[in-house]
Each structure stands twice: as structure tokens, then as C-alpha cells.
């Protein structure tokens, strides 16, 4: 079996970052590791975390925190976003290197991979071309799921966003919530989701693995940054 690991919603979290990283380097036959956006805001992670997921040769897709740097940096705020976004994303200007701002407001909003001849996955951070999307969640009706990605070509849907994980059969496709690494609504368990498959079937493994919160609270002290529980 080959496999595709994914994670999102890091937010700043560098720790549990760290911490999902050494779990997956122990898989074998990983042929992709994806980050589905949302990799800033509320933890004290900048830098450290594009580096760690370079090292890792992690593929990153653009998420809502990155969305909204392009937004600010635009003039097209409308000034209607919450103080933390505004203190987190100045943070960001001041401590991201120029060449990493760049590249993470530059990424691209969605993958696709085919993984046999019966499934193709799509990855984004909540729906296509819609990143702030409130429908990627387990308690939407399967209306408005039906409504949101009915229509894709692919079979295998993943994103992050809402960051509690889920896995929910729709029609012939599988809808996946890969959850949060760093803000879950409610534990401190980083999250992060594989899919195996080989020429016929798939399987698809949620996980969680504990980080050392004391040490992630340290950095978010040492770095001056606000941490949003």
C-alpha cells in the first residue's frame, strides 16, 4: 500500500507541528505529505514552520489565514475581522521572512491527485474556491454537502477548516475532514489523516498524537505572540 498523508489548521501550533512530523517520518511508502492552509495565527510558529515542512518535503496549499495577508496587503480589508487577526498577521509581517510571505500568499488553493483507477482526491482548505467556507462540517445536512461538492469530478474530498476530523460517505465519494494541528475545539491532541491505497481500494486512518502544550505556551510567551484558546 502507498499512502498521502494530510494535516491542516497548524495555526502557529510549531510543537504539535513537530510533533506529527516525527509520526509520519516512522510510515513507510509515503509518496505525498499535503498541508491544507491555515498554517499562521494564534500560535508563536513563523518561519520554523515553512522550514519544517520544506525539510519534509511537504506540498502546501493556501488556506484562509494566508488569504487574508493577501487581503490586507491588498487595501481591500474592509476592517471587519476580529483584533487577533489584525495583531497575528501584523506579527506575521514583522516576523516571517520577506521570501516566505511571499510564498505562502502565492500558493496555490487546491491539489488533485489520482491515487488508482477508482479514486482521485481533491485537496483545498474548506470547499473550491471558497476557503472560508462553514460547510465542511460534520453537522452540515448532507444537502448542503451535496451542494458544496456534489459536483467535483474527484471521489476523495478532503480539506481542514473546521478542525475536528471526520470521514463521510457521500453518494460515491468520501468526504474527509483531516482536523486540526494545532486548535482543536476540544482537546490538545494534534491531528493529522492517511490515505492507503493501491491499484483497487483505499483506506483512509484519522490520528492524534499529543504535543508538549508547556513547551508550545513558552514559545508563544517568548515570541510575543497571543495565543487563542
Not at 4 to 24: P, S, Y
Not at 133 to 156: A, H
Not at 175 to 185: D, E
Request: hydrophobic share 35%; net charge negative.
Amino acid at each position: 500500500m502507498k499512502g498521502i498523508v494530510l494535516f491542516a489548521d497548524v495555526h502557529g501550533n510549531i510543537t504539535g507541528l513537530e510533533a506529527v512530523m516525527r509520526e509520519i517520518s516512522k510510515l513507510e511508502n509515503v509518496e505525498h505529505i499535503v498541508g491544507l492552509g491555515d498554517y499562521f495565527g494564534w500560535g508563536a510558529g513563523g518561519d520554523d514552520i515553512i522550514e519544517l515542512c520544506n525539510q519534509n518535503h511537504v506540498t502546501l496549499i493556501r488556506g484562509g489565514h494566508e488569504e487574508i495577508l493577501n487581503i490586507i496587503n491588498s487595501g481591500k480589508d474592509t476592517g471587519n475581522y476580529y483584533p487577533e487577526i489584525y495583531f497575528t498577521h501584523d506579527w506575521l509581517r514583522k516576523n516571517l521572512k520577506k521570501e516566505y510571505y511571499e510564498y505562502v500568499t502565492s500558493l496555490p488553493t487546491e491539489i488533485r491527485l489520482t491515487l488508482n483507477d477508482k479514486y482521485s482526491l481533491i485537496g483545498f482548505h474548506a470547499a473550491l474556491n471558497d476557503m472560508e467556507s462553514y460547510t465542511c462540517g460534520s453537522d452540515r445536512s448532507l444537502d448542503i454537502l451535496q451542494e458544496t461538492y456534489g459536483s467535483l469530478e474527484e471521489n476523495v474530498i478532503v480539506y481542514g477548516h473546521y478542525h475536528e476530523p471526520h470521514v463521510i460517505p457521500l453518494g460515491d465519494k468520501l468526504l474527509i475532514n483531516c482536523a486540526s494541528v494545532g486548535q482543536r475545539k476540544t482537546n490538545s491532541l494534534s491531528n493529522y489523516t492517511v490515505i492507503e491505497y493501491d491499484e483497487e481500494k483505499i483506506a483512509v486512518i484519522q490520528r492524534q498524537v499529543p504535543y508538549d502544550k508547556g513547551e508550545e505556551d513558552r514559545l508563544v510567551q517568548e515570541r510575543g505572540m497571543i495565543r487563542r484558546l
